[in-house]
């Protein structure tokens, strides 16, 4: 089985920064894509940023100039840099990875569990 753990989640004042951290586990073949996601408060789940295995990088409006996604292969880690935090970034922040496993044809989504970004005013 695939497991996303999320790690970097918590309380920082606006115009603060946050690292967050998110590690896949299995019998991993590829990671075609990973994410990051995020439901703010009484709003839907939206895309934060996702990378391809080949490294193309794709941004929200909302997160652009200010927001960092980058991975390691090696260790099937993505991280979110986030820096410039605005209130509106509070969000319970999951990771997403479409993940093909071994001796499996094709890949599947995997979310984590998510976890807490809290930007105070």
């Known amino acids: 089985q695939v497991q996303l753990v999320e790690s970097g989640g918590g309380l920082v004042q606006a115009g603060g920064s946050l690292r967050l951290s998110c590690v896949a586990s299995?019998?991993?073949?590829?990671?075609?894509?990973m994410g990051w996601y995020r439901q703010c408060p009484g709003k839907q789940r939206e895309l934060v940023a996702t990378i391809t295995d080949g490294g193309s990088i794709n941004y929200a409006d909302a997160v652009k100039g200010r927001f960092a996604i980058s991975r390691d292969s090696a260790k099937n880690t993505v991280y979110l840099q986030m820096n410039s935090l605005k209130p509106e970034d509070t969000a319970v922040y999951y990771c997403n990875a479409n993940i093909k496993l071994v001796d499996m044809y094709y890949g599947m989504d995997y979310w984590g569990k998510g976890t807490l970004v809290t930007v105070s005013s």
């Open positions: 299995g019998s991993i073949f590829r990671i075609n894509v």
